[in-house]
Nanobody
């Protein structure tokens, strides 16, 4: 059974940092892109950032450029999201996901495995 487990969420003041981790189990995902999405109350799930299968290419939503970075450790079947200079508008549940292909995708339906989500709350 495939499982993705996010961790590292919490409450942080504006300007602070958090590092999210997503550990995959049940199979290896070294051949697939991985991404992070987020969903705020009353809003649709949106793309945040993604990384290709090798870790050599990344893509960011404009809202997080220069503040968020993504990395992966294929040996550990884990992807990370480093979030710096957090803003109140970053408050959301953050989900990691495994893409259907090696290359980066930004649409929700282009990912076929999802974690349960971790809450990130940024206070002003």
């Amino acid at each position: 059974q495939v499982q993705l487990a996010e961790s590292g969420g919490g409450l942080v003041q504006a300007g602070g940092s958090l590092r999210l981790s997503c550990a995959a189990s049940g199979r290896t995902f070294n051949s697939y892109s991985m991404g992070w999405f987020r969903q705020a109350p009353g809003k649709e799930r949106e793309f945040v950032i993604a990384i290709d299968w090798s870790g050599g290419s990344t893509s960011y939503a404009d809202s997080v450029k220069g503040r968020f970075t993504i990395s992966r450790d294929n040996a550990k079947n884990t992807v990370y999201l480093q979030m710096n200079s957090l803003k109140p508008e970053d408050t959301a549940v953050y989900y990691c996901a495994v893409g259907r292909w090696r290359t980066i995708r930004t649409m929700v339906d282009e990912y076929n495995y999802w974690g349960q989500g971790t809450q990130v709350t940024v206070s002003s």
